[in-house]
């Protein structure tokens, strides 16, 4: 609530991708103020696309206007995020996301894959800050999706000095 109060208008409500069932009284509390929720199945990477969707409907019923597949483990190739995603996508009314962790390098490859395949919500983050291995690097993935046409409403430079400025204040020099 207090982030509610604070002008929140979108919440991102995660839960194991086995246990959507656990987020219900948040998103239906979410969808009562007039917030818009967007579920997140972790750890994707370990069940089949039919548990997925089972899962992904749970949070459509609640009131989520989306949900993302995390790739926690970072363990997704291509045409792992393909099936996924385009199988979601062809099966729900709300919107699919895709959540690259980078630990084989493949996360702004499988962030295009899942755009590709039907994905309206990519996370990235600069200089893919993030845990593990990190994640996609958002700077990256508007260049990628510059250089392919695909319009994302970031400026590129914009979020190249971004990156830079994170460079400057986060990474210490060795």
Known sequence: QPAIDMGVDIVRVASHCT???TTKRYIEYLREKNVESVGSLMM???VNKDILLEEALKMQTYGALGVSLYDSA???LPNDVKEKISYLSNN???DV???AHNNLGMGVANSLTAFQSG?????GSILGFGAGCGN???EVIVAVFEKMGISTGI???GILDCAHLAEKLFIKEI
């Open 19 to 21: 246990e959507a069932d």
């Open 44 to 46: 994707s990477h370990t």
């Open 74 to 76: 970072g363990s997704y």
């Open 92 to 94: 729900l009314d709300i």
């Open 97 to 99: 996301g895709f959540h």
């Open 119 to 123: 994905a309206k919500i990519i996370d």
């Open 136 to 138: 996609a690097q958002l």
């Open 155 to 157: 400026d590129l430079y």
